[in-house]
């Protein structure tokens, strides 16, 4: 006897993240015996692409997960799944009738499935139960962060439904997976003179023990000046072999032309930026002048970052070395320490005013990444201990992937004139361009 296997809405969760679909969405009975006429039941992908054009990605995320929630709910009620057969089956379905959710996220268009004897409405939908939190948290936990079935099940019956079971969350989750792999594994093209790195600590389960584990992510500038999200790796950030790893995927996935990695002082990553890279390495002068000031009592620190702020405001690299070097000097006689940590960051943090003046404001730092880590970590923090690196990687690299886009539609993040400044011609083409045709 054949098993049934439950049927649930195939309910894309938008068109951007269902790439690939043939022109329309089929859904059919997995047992369904053969000869047996089928239904033409289908869903336009025109219809989807309609329910997805907004912008606004938790809406539609809302929508479809509520529409999953539905379906399963009338499964129950009806006693099959559709196209089932068997002698539990009470009714069957007929159809489904329009219905709109007002939240924060705005409004959700739901379908709500009707049947030929028998009525049934969602619990979620009665006033009294539409409460916004609960729908953001089964968003939330459902969806993106794919913490537990169990959680996930917990919240959905707190919204006063039957539940949801786990081959629901895993079509849920199924679907996100691979867009986001795709956006993660892309390949690279073209050269990248500049890559940001940072790093983000979260919580894991590993091993029946909770440890924390930085997830790293690479946002680049191409020679058109505009900037994109490259990677995003997990494991322990202080490891030499972890950023050998991670460079060495870059550019295996075309990554090249490096002249500048921007990033905090990780131990191991400037060994693996000139092995892997041979770029130069700016450390990120906001977090130095954090520990140049460590070295000195608490009333002094304005008086000290501003003595080390005038390197910073020097037209060039020589006059910004001179400048550190003197400051350094003044600094020694008082605090030996600081002027030992002035010597050695030297290189590392006036490293960005070789480059361009156009571009020294955004290269000096990790601040271009603080905007993107606090939405990662505002989403995290939903979470709280993540149960594996794979849900890690389905909540940061969705997160990632809507701020991509979004930064595809503005306007070029560097000025793409100071560009040329990157590549000077070689002493052959110099040459090339003053040779003369001889007279005849």
């Given amino acids: 006897m054949e098993t049934a296997v439950e049927n649930v809405l ?79 089956r009470q009714t069957w379905r007929n159809g489904y009738r329009d219905r709109s959710l007002d939240t924060r996220l705005g409004t959700l268009n739901l379908k709500i499935p009707k049947m030929r004897q028998g009525a049934y409405f969602p619990g979620f939908l009665e006033p009294r139960k539409m409460v916004e939190k609960a729908l953001v948290a ?49 390949p690279l093209s073209g050269d990248w003179p500049y ?79 000139t092995r892997i890279l041979s770029a130069t390495w700016q450390r990120c002068r906001v977090h130095a002048m954090r520990n140049a000031l460590a070295y000195v009592p608490k009333g002094q620190h304005t008086m000290v970052a501003a003595a080390i702020r005038q390197a910073f405001i020097q037209p060039d690299h020589d006059s910004a070395v001179q400048t550190w070097r003197h400051v350094a000097d003044q600094l020694r006689a008082r605090w ?39 939405e990662v970590k505002r989403r995290a923090d939903v979470v709280g201990i993540f149960p594996n690196e794979d849900s890690i990687v389905r909540l940061i690299g969705a997160v990632l992937l809507e701020a991509n886009d979004e930064w595809q539609l503005l306007s070029r993040y560097m000025q793409v004139e100071a560009m040329a400044e990157l590549n000077p011609p070689t002493i052959e083409e110099e040459a090339t361009l003053q040779i003369t045709p001889r007279a005849a």
């Avoid at 969806?143 to 169990?150: D, E, F, H, L, M």
């Avoid at 003046?357 to 993107?372: G, V």
Wanted: hydrophobic content about 40%.
């Fill in 336 to 374: 030996p320490k600081l002027g030992t940590f002035m010597d050695n960051a030297e290189a590392d943090v006036l490293a960005y005013m070789a480059f361009p003046a156009q571009h020294r404001t955004k290269l000096h730092s990790t601040n271009p990444l603080e905007r993107l880590n606090k």
């Fill in 138 to 186: 089964v968003i939330q936990e459902a969806w993106i962060n794919g913490v537990s079935t169990r959680k996930v099940d917990e919240l959905v019956q707190a919204m006063g439904m039957t539940g949801i079971s786990k081959s629901s969350v895993s079509k849920l989750c199924k679907d996100i997976d691979e867009r986001v792999s795709a956006f993660l594994k892309r």
């Fill in 10 to 88: 195939p309910y894309s969760l938008s068109a951007r993240w269902a790439p690939g679909l043939s022109e329309k969405v089929e859904l059919q009975s997995f047992n369904q015996p053969k000869g047996t006429p089928m239904t033409d039941d289908r869903l336009a992908l025109s219809e989807l692409a309609a329910k997805s054009g907004d912008s606004d990605f938790l809406r539609t995320i809302a929508e479809s997960v509520l529409q999953l929630i539905m379906e399963a709910d009338v499964d129950g009620l009806i006693g099959a799944g559709r196209y089932e057969r068997g002698d539990s």
């Fill in 195 to 273: 890559l940001w790195l940072d790093a983000t600590y979260l919580k894991v389960r590993e091993g029946g023990r909770i440890v924390s584990v930085a997830a790293i992510i690479a946002v680049a500038v191409n020679m058109d000046g505009k900037r994109e999200i490259v990677g995003l790796h997990i494991g322990p950030s202080e490891a030499e072999p972890f950023w050998t790893s991670f460079l060495r995927d870059l550019v295996r996935r075309g990554l090249t032309g490096v002249k500048l990695v921007i990033s905090d002082a990780h131990e191991g990553l400037k060994a693996a930026i």
